[in-house]
């Protein structure tokens, strides 16, 4: 898979190869989000065209257009490119002058598309503090409660609700034992809510630290069985809320589920986890399915090694012994 980016949103230029596992390092507002939210609509919005063939539909392209607009909200950049290729799928996305827009989709694409996984994004564990209120929404909206009221929630979260409350049928043949690492269970009650099972405790979550809530997002994707082969994971900064100890834990757990087929791509600032994805991809010998990019001045570009990415990352460091050695100069 292959994903190219020009002028979309603060991206001038990226090219991104999503191998296996690709990691984007960068400082705050470098563009790596954005790479992650393109990625995660453009395969909805494929996924949503597949279904559609345009011999049969006239309207197709204005359809298209609506849906990957919709999905982006409107904010892609006037003049912007996107190219996406799969397996002999090419698909092409051009933006011009802001509201016209052209595209087009190779012959094989129909044929091809079905292979890729269904897309999850996960910006933050906070889906856990307002799962109870989602569910709400979801019966409300049930009972045409909510049909007069102008309520809606973003794409990427109503998805990892959907994948956290509704289990899959196809099972997966690996087990990433998280239990072990957090010491127990998220499970549902009997009011379907989601508890953090700790042996013969039974925590809330709003009681539960987030570290332990990110871990259990894999934990109940796994049980749903939506961490499975082609599958595409998008893991925006997961090492906010993580001790060094657990970011190395969770890099372990990354690059076990590359090694079982999922397609990952990790926006990090940590060098902990930049690091921790690299040796243990060499470990498992996945090296060859591994990218490490640098978000910088617009653009996102491949990095042979960690050196640049460690020296930009480096630079908060330099500044504090800056300060350290005008203090012991000023003493």
């Known amino acids: 898979m292959e994903l190219q980016l020009k002028n979309i949103g603060m991206i001038k230029e990226a090219n991104v190869?999503?191998?296996?596992?690709?990691?984007?390092?960068?400082?705050?507002?470098?563009?790596?989000?954005?790479?992650?939210?393109?990625?995660?609509?453009?395969?909805?919005?494929?996924s949503w065209a597949s279904n559609i063939h345009p011999q049969e539909d006239s309207n197709y392209k204005n359809q298209f257009t609506k849906q990957i607009n919709d999905i982006f909200d409107k904010q892609l950049?006037?003049?912007g490119?996107?190219?996406f290729y799969y397996e002999g799928v090419d698909f092409e996305y051009k933006i011009i002058h802001n509201s016209c827009c052209d595209f087009s989709i190779s012959q094989k694409f129909h044929n091809n598309y079905s292979k890729i996984g269904r897309p999850l994004l996960i910006e933050t564990p906070f889906i856990w503090t307002i799962h109870p209120l989602l569910k709400t929404i979801r019966n409300l909206k049930a009972h045409d409660v909510?049909?007069?009221i102008d309520f809606e929630i973003v794409p990427t979260l109503k998805d990892l609700y959907f994948a956290l409350t509704i289990k899959r049928k196809e099972s997966k043949s690996f087990n990433l034992n998280i239990e072990k690492i957090i010491g127990g269970k998220f499970e549902e009650d009997n009011l379907s809510d989601f508890v953090f099972n700790k042996g013969v405790e039974k925590i809330k979550l709003v009681n539960t630290a987030m570290g332990i809530k990110y871990f259990g997002l894999l934990q109940v994707l796994e049980n749903n069985n939506y961490l499975y082969n082609d599958q595409v994971l998008i893991l925006d900064e997961p090492e906010v809320h993580l001790h060094p100890k657990w970011q190395l834990k969770l890099a372990e757990i990354i690059v076990e589920l590359v090694g079982n087929g999922v397609k990952i791509v990790v926006n990090s600032h940590s060098p902990y986890m930049i690091e921790a994805l690299k040796r243990y991809s060499e470990v498992e010998e996945i090296e060859d399915k591994t990218n490490f990019y640098l978000a910088?001045?617009?653009?996102?570009?491949?990095?042979?090694?960690?050196?640049?990415?460690?020296e930009k990352l480096a630079l908060?460091?330099?500044?504090?012994?800056?300060?350290?050695?005008?203090?012991?100069?000023?003493?």
């Open 17 to 46: 190869k999503l191998d296996g596992l690709t990691v984007i390092a960068g400082e705050n507002d470098t563009g790596k989000s954005t790479l992650g939210k393109v990625l995660y609509g453009l395969i909805q919005s494929i």
């Open 81 to 83: 490119e996107i190219k």
């Open 146 to 148: 909510l049909d007069d």
């Open 316 to 331: 908060p460091m330099r500044e504090l012994k800056k300060l350290k050695m005008e203090k012991y100069r000023n003493d």
């Open 296 to 310: 910088e001045d617009r653009y996102i570009a491949h990095q042979d090694s960690l050196e640049n990415i460690f």
């Open 77 to 79: 950049s006037s003049n």
